[in-house]
Protein backbone atom coordinates (compact mmCIF):
# COMPACT_ATOMS: atom_id res chain seq x y z
CA UNK A 1 0.00 0.00 0.00
CA UNK A 2 1.22 3.39 -1.14
CA UNK A 3 0.77 6.51 0.87
CA UNK A 4 0.89 9.97 -0.87
CA UNK A 5 0.97 13.42 1.65
CA UNK A 6 1.29 16.55 0.34
CA UNK A 7 3.11 19.11 2.00
CA UNK A 8 3.76 23.20 1.35
CA UNK A 9 0.69 24.41 0.24
CA UNK A 10 -0.52 27.98 2.47
CA UNK A 11 -1.84 31.41 2.13
CA UNK A 12 -0.24 33.36 -0.10
CA UNK A 13 -0.30 36.71 -1.56
CA UNK A 14 -1.14 37.34 -5.51
CA UNK A 15 2.05 37.64 -7.33
CA UNK A 16 3.76 35.13 -4.99
CA UNK A 17 5.43 31.80 -4.65
CA UNK A 18 4.68 28.70 -3.32
CA UNK A 19 6.08 24.97 -3.42
CA UNK A 20 4.90 21.75 -3.04
CA UNK A 21 5.63 18.23 -2.03
CA UNK A 22 4.35 15.27 -2.26
CA UNK A 23 6.44 12.02 -0.83
CA UNK A 24 5.68 8.58 -1.82
CA UNK A 25 5.70 5.87 0.87
CA UNK A 26 5.06 2.17 1.47
CA UNK A 27 6.06 -0.88 -0.20
CA UNK A 28 5.80 -0.73 -4.30
CA UNK A 29 8.54 -1.78 -7.16
CA UNK A 30 8.26 2.41 -9.05
CA UNK A 31 6.19 4.93 -9.52
CA UNK A 32 5.36 5.90 -13.31
CA UNK A 33 3.11 9.09 -14.51
CA UNK A 34 3.37 12.04 -11.22
CA UNK A 35 0.67 14.78 -11.22
CA UNK A 36 -0.73 17.63 -9.18
CA UNK A 37 -4.49 18.07 -9.81
CA UNK A 38 -6.43 20.91 -7.79
CA UNK A 39 -10.31 21.30 -6.83
CA UNK A 40 -11.28 24.86 -6.30
CA UNK A 41 -15.05 24.70 -4.34
CA UNK A 42 -17.66 23.80 -6.44
CA UNK A 43 -15.47 22.80 -9.77
CA UNK A 44 -14.04 19.93 -10.71
CA UNK A 45 -10.97 18.18 -10.06
CA UNK A 46 -8.28 19.13 -12.99
CA UNK A 47 -4.68 18.78 -13.82
CA UNK A 48 -2.29 21.54 -13.47
CA UNK A 49 0.78 19.33 -14.11
CA UNK A 50 2.08 15.86 -14.89
CA UNK A 51 5.11 14.09 -15.28
CA UNK A 52 6.83 10.63 -16.22
CA UNK A 53 9.19 8.46 -15.07
CA UNK A 54 11.32 9.22 -18.12
CA UNK A 55 11.04 13.34 -17.20
CA UNK A 56 8.44 14.23 -19.85
CA UNK A 57 5.80 17.38 -18.43
CA UNK A 58 2.79 18.35 -19.05
CA UNK A 59 0.78 21.89 -17.83
CA UNK A 60 -2.14 22.83 -18.07
CA UNK A 61 -2.64 25.72 -20.05
CA UNK A 62 -3.92 28.28 -16.99
CA UNK A 63 -0.15 27.51 -15.64
CA UNK A 64 1.90 27.20 -18.54
CA UNK A 65 5.05 29.74 -17.98
CA UNK A 66 4.24 29.77 -14.28
CA UNK A 67 4.26 26.32 -12.76
CA UNK A 68 7.45 23.58 -13.03
CA UNK A 69 7.02 19.91 -12.08
CA UNK A 70 9.59 17.57 -10.98
CA UNK A 71 10.95 14.64 -9.16
CA UNK A 72 13.54 13.22 -7.90
CA UNK A 73 15.15 9.57 -6.68
CA UNK A 74 13.45 9.92 -3.46
CA UNK A 75 9.95 9.23 -4.38
CA UNK A 76 9.19 12.83 -4.10
CA UNK A 77 7.18 15.27 -6.43
CA UNK A 78 7.35 18.86 -6.37
CA UNK A 79 5.47 21.39 -8.15
CA UNK A 80 6.87 24.89 -7.98
CA UNK A 81 4.17 27.54 -8.68
CA UNK A 82 4.80 31.34 -9.25
CA UNK A 83 2.92 34.47 -10.03
CA UNK A 84 -0.08 33.23 -8.04
CA UNK A 85 -3.23 34.24 -8.53
CA UNK A 86 -6.24 34.28 -6.91
CA UNK A 87 -7.94 31.95 -9.02
CA UNK A 88 -5.27 29.26 -8.09
CA UNK A 89 -7.13 29.05 -4.74
CA UNK A 90 -8.04 25.21 -4.48
CA UNK A 91 -6.90 22.38 -2.49
CA UNK A 92 -3.88 20.50 -4.58
CA UNK A 93 -3.82 16.87 -4.88
CA UNK A 94 -0.68 14.45 -5.93
CA UNK A 95 -1.60 11.89 -8.06
CA UNK A 96 0.73 8.88 -8.45
CA UNK A 97 0.37 5.66 -11.03
CA UNK A 98 1.75 3.25 -8.59
CA UNK A 99 3.74 -0.09 -9.97
CA UNK A 100 3.60 -3.40 -8.14
CA UNK A 101 5.28 -6.95 -9.31
CA UNK A 102 2.01 -7.65 -10.35
CA UNK A 103 -0.39 -4.45 -10.84
CA UNK A 104 -0.82 -0.93 -11.11
CA UNK A 105 -2.96 1.52 -9.09
CA UNK A 106 -3.78 5.31 -9.37
CA UNK A 107 -3.03 6.72 -5.78
CA UNK A 108 -3.96 10.06 -4.86
CA UNK A 109 -2.89 12.33 -1.49
CA UNK A 110 -4.95 14.03 1.29
CA UNK A 111 -4.57 17.17 -0.34
CA UNK A 112 -2.70 20.27 0.74
CA UNK A 113 -5.27 23.85 0.59
CA UNK A 114 -3.78 26.36 -1.12
CA UNK A 115 -5.04 30.28 -0.70
CA UNK A 116 -4.19 32.96 -2.89
CA UNK A 117 -5.66 36.68 -1.40
CA UNK A 118 -5.19 39.77 -3.48
Known amino acids: QVRLVESGGGLVQAGGSLRLSCVAS????????EGWYRQAPGKQRELVAS??????TNYADTMKGRSTISRDNSYTVYLQMNSLKPEDTAVYYC?????????????WGQGTQVTVFS
Open 95 to 107: NARVIYSSYQEDC
Open 26 to 33: GSFFSLAT
Open 51 to 56: ITSGGT
